[in-house]
């Protein structure tokens, strides 16, 4: 299985601050890397696909990179509706595995 | 509108059986995978499999092999997910989603566009 690590685990931050996350699997995926925000009590929404593909809908504040084995999701200005919890996903190989989750509180 | 509505909350003694239905609007099911996803409240996803609703077929997480098993019914546009011998540690939020693209668009990039809300399943004595 390929395993995908997220760092870091949580971060605080402020309304307006800019944060990256990192996503980093086991083995290389090429691009087959989606991000998802996971607000409380809500599902899964995806925000980018194919890791730099902005799905529709979802504001241009977000934006993601990378590809081989490491990806990174950037947050340009955080909105209050942005604190919330992320994942990376790949969508290279079953099983589909998601990184550990990574907890995006208000500072 | 297209969503995903799931069937309600179970609880369920160990070794028991849980199945957990999650019908379509909106869009016709045969026309997309749908994958089966759960969460252990606050902590990570779990991919479990998907099912081509058009013809059957299916692919399981490894994990699940032997204990799940998904099924449609396109005549009411739901699909089904069935957990065997429970345990306490399927104690989860099951959750349904819809794959973009279409079965019928060729590519290779996917994402799981539409969620159900998720089914509670508490397995307990």
């Known amino acids: 299985d390929i395993q995908m690590t997220q760092s870091p685990s949580s971060l605080s931050a402020s309304v307006g601050d800019r944060i990256t996350i990192t996503c980093r699997a086991s083995?290389?995926?090429?691009?087959?890397l989606n991000w998802y925000r996971q607000r409380p009590g809500k599902a899964p929404e995806v925000l980018i696909y194919?890791?730099?593909s902005l799905e529709g809908g979802v504001p241009s504040r977000f934006s993601g990179s990378g590809s081989g084995t490491d990806f990174t999701l950037t947050i340009s200005s955080l909105q209050a509706e942005d604190f919330a919890t992320y994942f990376c996903?790949?969508?290279?190989?079953?099983?589909?595995?998601f990184g550990q989750g990574t907890k995006l509180q208000i500072k | 509108q297209v969503q995903l509505e799931q069937s309600g909350a179970e609880v369920q003694k160990p070794r028991a059986s849980v199945k957990v239905s999650c019908k379509a609007s909106?869009?016709?099911?045969?026309?997309?995978?749908m994958h089966w996803v759960r969460q252990v409240p606050g902590q990570g996803l779990e991919w479990m499999g998907w099912?081509?609703?058009?013809?059957?077929?299916?692919n399981y997480a490894q994990k699940f092999q032997s204990r799940v098993t998904l099924t449609r019914d396109t005549s009411i546009n739901t699909v089904y997910m069935e957990l065997r011998r429970l345990k306490y540690d399927d104690t989860a939020i099951y959750y349904c989603?819809?794959?973009?693209?279409?079965?019928?668009?060729?590519?290779?990039?996917?994402?799981?566009?539409?969620w159900g809300r998720g089914t509670l399943v508490t397995v307990s004595s």
């Open positions: 989603a819809r794959r973009l693209p279409s079965i019928a668009v060729a590519g290779a990039y996917w994402y799981l566009d539409v």
């Open positions: 909106g869009f016709m099911l045969k026309d997309y995978f």
């Open positions: 099912i081509n609703p058009k013809n059957g077929d299916t």
């Open positions: 083995q290389t995926i090429s691009n087959y």
């Open positions: 194919a890791a730099s």
């Open positions: 996903q790949q969508s290279y190989s079953t099983p589909y595995t």
